[in-house]
């Protein structure tokens, strides 16, 4: 099938036994278990029980990809309406839109598949679209970097492979709280990569310590979830305890 931006498409169905091949590729029992802390620049910081640190950063091509397309939005808005040029303008913002779209599913399948396969435990922060909501930029680069899809994918993913997925009461300040203390850095800004704890005098990179926290959170709520709710899976329930 051809599109009229000249794309072609393909479509061909594969028989899969899903069930089968969950099974081939269950994760290991003991395989690591990590918090993810979620960033634009640094996509996400994955920590692993062990100390280990492992930095994704965001796609660059994806990066570039924006930056086109801003060009031929600036450059549709300034055709007349209508016109062919209008036309062309709009048909080729239209194509960056799917490029990028499919360059952005491809990052995304391809890092939570590997994640969901490697991991045993996995926690994530919830996000609070409420209070990103006051920064509008924010938010769009947020839903760009497709933080929610993320997370979703790695619902599902997690699901077929056997690993668990953990998230975040969506007020757990797992930034600013000192992972080694517990003291919480009131005065920490977006800006602020690496901060200084004020209690126990520690430097942190902001990201290890968030993914940390959030490792700390997940494995204290395992061992709650396992004594209260026994047999239950720890994801379904609240968390009990506030920050920790
Ligand atoms: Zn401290």
Request: hydrophobic share 40%.
């Amino acid at each position: 099938m051809r599109e009229r931006s000249g794309r072609w498409w393909v479509s061909f169905q594969l028989e899969v036994d899903r069930a089968e091949l969950n099974e081939r590729r269950r994760v290991p029992g003991n395989a690591p278990q990590s918090g993810i802390d979620l960033g634009l620049k640094t996509f996400a910081t994955i920590r692993d029980g062990d100390g280990n640190v492992e930095e994704i950063p965001a796609p660059k091509p994806l990066r570039r990809a924006l930056r086109t397309l801003r060009r031929a939005n600036q450059k549709l808005a300034r055709c007349q309406e209508g016109s062919k040029n209008w036309h062309k303008a709009k048909a080729r913002v239209a194509e960056l839109h799917l490029r990028i779209s499919a360059r952005r599913t491809d990052f995304l399948h391809k890092l939570t598949t590997r994640l969901a396969r490697t991991k045993s435990a996995i926690a994530v922060e919830t996000l609070n679209v409420r209070g990103m909501a006051v920064n509008r930029r924010l938010a769009r680069a947020v839903t760009d970097a497709g933080f929610a899809e993320f997370v979703r994918q790695l619902e599902y993913k997690t699901a077929w492979y056997g690993s668990r997925l953990w998230k975040a009461d969506r007020w757990f300040a797992s930034s600013k709280t000192c992972r080694p203390c517990g003291r919480i850095h009131h005065g920490l800004v977006l800006a602020d990569r690496v901060w200084t704890c004020a209690g126990c005098g520690v430097l942190h990179d902001r990201d290890h310590n968030a993914a940390g926290n959030l490792l700390d959170a997940m494995l204290s709520d395992f061992a709650l979830g396992d004594v209260v709710f026994a047999g239950k899976f720890p994801g379904d329930v609240k968390r009990l305890a506030e920050t920790k």
